[in-house]
């Protein structure tokens, strides 16, 4: 199977085709979403949750993100791997890119940081060096305190327009892809028509250009109460292989999300 690359996530977008993307931490899952025909995987920060039982992202170290994108570049040879660069570990341009040298060397193919216009000088040293960056707005789980919970963002018209615009300035400053993550359909209808990089959604509607699910929330194992835009592909299904194929499809089709999952 030939590398999945950002030349053809590109393509993707231009030709409608829409990205289903999942994460994953290890090697058994990432081999699992490998043969199922995952194109994108995300090694996330969300692992200080799902792995390692915190409360947020906050706790996750730069260590923890290289040991577990070795883990699933294994299960995974050919799929397009982002992983993120965690809580603080890109506070200015040289230890970006010292974490992004490790994270790079453990196997991802791009970098996820999140944030908007205070990147902009970070994003262009990494864009000049070729390393190839995705950003993350709308509500940034690293951000959490700040943002007083895991909210939606962008609700009015100055929050919208806010978005939009560090959209914008992210692009130009060289990322090749953003995640939008728990923000109205219409707002990630707009950012999505008005950028020509792949936009991923997360509890952001079905217009962006491709999808992104928490594993455990696909499978239905996440405990507690569920963020609206949650399906569990699981409970539908005979076994996980059946989930994420049914998952791929109903991202392909633009059945999932529906509109109960929107905001
Ligand atoms: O860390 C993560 O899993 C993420 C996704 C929710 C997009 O950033």
């Known amino acids: 199977m030939p590398d999945i690359t950002i030349a053809q996530l590109e393509d993707w977008k231009k030709n409608k085709k829409k990205i289903a993307a999942i994460t994953a931490y290890d090697f058994s899952f990432a081999r699992l979403f490998f043969n199922q025909g995952i194109p994108v995987i995300l090694v996330g920060d969300s692992l200080g949750m799902t792995i390692q039982g915190h409360s947020s992202t906050i706790p996750v170290k730069i260590k923890d993100i290289e040991y577990h994108t070795k883990s699933v570049r294994k299960g995974a040879p050919n799929t397009f791997l982002v992983s993120d660069l965690p809580f603080m570990s890109y506070f200015d341009t040289i230890t ?6 490790k994270v790079m060397r453990s196997g991802a193919n791009m970098v996820k940081l999140e944030g908007g216009k205070w990147l902009i000088p970070i994003i262009k040293e990494l864009s000049s060096r070729s390393i190839l960056v995705c950003g993350h707005i709308g509500l940034t789980p690293q951000s959490v305190n700040y943002l007083s919970g895991y909210k939606i963002q962008g609700k009015n018209d100055n929050e919208a327009n806010k978005l939009i615009d560090e959209a914008l300035l992210l692009e130009e400053a060289g990322i090749k892809m953003l995640v939008v993550e728990c923000i109205p359909e219409k707002l990630a209808k707009k950012i999505t028509e008005n950028l020509s990089i792949p936009v991923i959604g997360i509890g952001a509607g079905k217009y962006t250009d491709g999808q992104i699910l928490v594993m455990q929330d696909l499978l239905g194992i996440t ?11 699981l409970a539908e299904s005979n076994s996980i292989q059946e989930a994420v194929q049914k998952y791929i499809n109903e991202v392909k089709q633009g059945i999932y999300p529906h509109m109960k999952h929107c905001f």
């Open 96 to 101: 970006t890119l010292k974490n992004t040298a």
């Open 223 to 233: 405990e507690g109460e569920k963020p609206t835009f949650v399906k569990n592909f």
